[in-house]
């Protein structure tokens, strides 16, 4: 028996935590000992990670690339959320299962177990990504987002204004109740050589930090159906008064470390007093937050392509600048 799960194991798993850890170390700073810690292994393996040569550890067809887009997601929500570890194992779980259904980890176990080829082995797809038990209306928002997505992915603007936290986009059913009848991107979209890239394809109940914000949203006004944060800067505030968009901003006390629910709050506060409708809602980050806005619509498509044009404006002024 050689099921994929030896792969994940033995390949993915050490190679993603030496980049986690080199990131961790090299572009926040954080100790032998910290990452240890938040990691779940000894100072002693971290140590070993932070000495390793990566480009050797990521046999083909693992694309280190890939890996590298990765691991910087997630060394990103690692260090500027306080994630769980039930977050940060969860995490680890959809980047493998996105791995299994037809991507590295499917390849690399076709190419160990030739007779999986030779049967078209399809047993993670069938496991992990069935639409048997879908909805249509659920079949319907995944489409939308796969849609919104491929027009992000062909606007090179929009590179210009994916954080370093990365951006995700999420849509709700109607009825919505909790994270799991929200649509999301797994890993996020990521920026890999100069283009935007959704790293996974769009599932249920993936998001949080965003899933949230657009469920406390959707309390006040059901119209709001769809979410994306991009990075906040005085130029996306230009490209966003050019369009006459209703926005309201939220200022952090910047000596006071803030939470999502700070954030989850204001937003619904600021619909209310709106009148129930808001087209961003700005966050001006404060310590150890990132900047960003959070751009709401009626469905994904249409958000999309408000932040296409956004983006064309901010990289407009950019220029000019």
């Not at 991009?230 to 470390?257: P, S, T």
């Amino acid at each position: 028996m050689n099921p994929p799960c030896e792969l994940t194991v033995r390949s993915l798993l050490p190679t993603l935590r030496t980049l986690v850890a080199k990131e961790l170390a090299h572009s926040y700073g954080w100790t032998q000992t910290r990452i240890a810690r938040r990691l779940g292994v000894t100072q002693a393996a971290v140590s070993g990670y932070l000495t390793q040569d990566v480009e050797a550890m990521a046999p083909p067809p693992f694309s280190i690339e890939e890996l590298r887009s990765i691991s910087k997601s997630l060394t990103a929500e690692i260090a500027t959320k306080r994630l769980t570890y039930v977050d940060l194992v969860n995490n680890i779980c959809e980047i493998c299962l996105s791995l299994r259904r037809g991507g590295a980890i499917c390849h690399a176990h076709k190419i160990k177990v030739p007779e999986l080829e030779e049967e078209r082995c399809i047993i993670c797809m069938q496991l992990h990504m069935s639409l048997a038990d879908i909805s249509d209306v659920r079949r319907v928002i995944l489409g939308d987002l796969r849609a919104a997505v491929s027009l992000l992915e062909s606007a090179p603007e929009f590179t210009e204004l994916v954080p370093e936290v990365c951006s995700n986009i999420v849509m709700a059913l109607k009825d919505a109740q909790g994270i799991a009848d929200v649509a999301g991107i797994p890993g996020r979209m990521v920026r890999v050589r100069g283009k935007v890239k959704a790293l996974m394809d769009p599932e249920f109940g993936v998001s949080s930090h965003l899933a949230k914000l657009l469920l406390a949203v959707m309390r006040v006004d059901l119209k709001v159906r769809a979410a994306i944060n991009v990075k906040y800067d005085e130029g996306v505030l230009e490209a966003v008064k050019k369009l006459n968009l209703n926005y309201a901003v939220l200022k952090r006390a910047q000596k006071y470390r803030g939470n999502e629910d700070e954030l989850i709050k204001f937003a619904e506060s600021a619909m209310k007093e709106r009148g129930g409708w808001i087209d961003v809602v700005i966050d001006e980050g404060g310590f150890a937050i990132e900047p960003n806005a959070y751009f709401f619509e009626e469905n994904a498509a249409k958000l999309a392509d408000r932040i296409i044009r956004i983006s064309r404006i901010y990289t407009n002024g950019k220029q000019k600048r």
